[in-house]
């Protein structure tokens, strides 16, 4: 069985850092593109930031470029999402999520596989 599983989340103060991780089992998603997501309390899932597999490529959303960096680690199935300068808007569940395909995609249905989602609080 496929599964994605986040950790790393947790509270922190706003300026600070957190770093989330993703392991995957039951696959191997060398040949995937990867990606986070995040889910506001009443709002919809939204892109974060993702990677493809070609290069490793990656795209971020305008709201976290040049404070969250991710990154992939195929040998030991790995996807991680390192986050810094961190604000209150940025509190949110945070997911993990995999396709089949070549290029980093921003909306949920494009994506075949989720983990549970982790839960990031950054204090004021």
């Known amino acids: 069985q496929t599964q994605l599983h986040e950790s790393g989340g947790g509270l922190v103060q706003a300026g600070g850092s957190l770093r989330l991780s993703c392991v995957t089992s039951?696959?191997?998603?060398?040949?995937?593109?990867m990606a986070w997501f995040r889910q506001f309390p009443g709002k919809d899932r939204e892109f974060v930031a993702g990677?493809?597999?070609?290069?490793?490529?990656?795209d971020y959303a305008d709201s976290v470029k040049g404070r969250f960096t991710i990154s992939r680690d195929s040998a030991l199935n790995t996807l991680s999402l390192q986050m810094d300068s961190l604000s209150p808007e940025d509190t949110a569940v945070y997911y993990c999520?995999?396709?089949?395909?070549?290029?980093?995609?921003?909306?949920?249905?494009?994506?075949?596989?989720w983990g549970q989602g982790t839960q990031v609080t950054v204090s004021s």
């Open positions: 990677i493809s597999w070609i290069g490793d490529a990656t």
């Open positions: 039951g696959r191997t998603f060398t040949e995937n593109v």
């Open positions: 999520a995999a396709r089949t395909g070549d290029f980093v995609r921003y909306v949920v249905e494009d994506y075949d596989y």
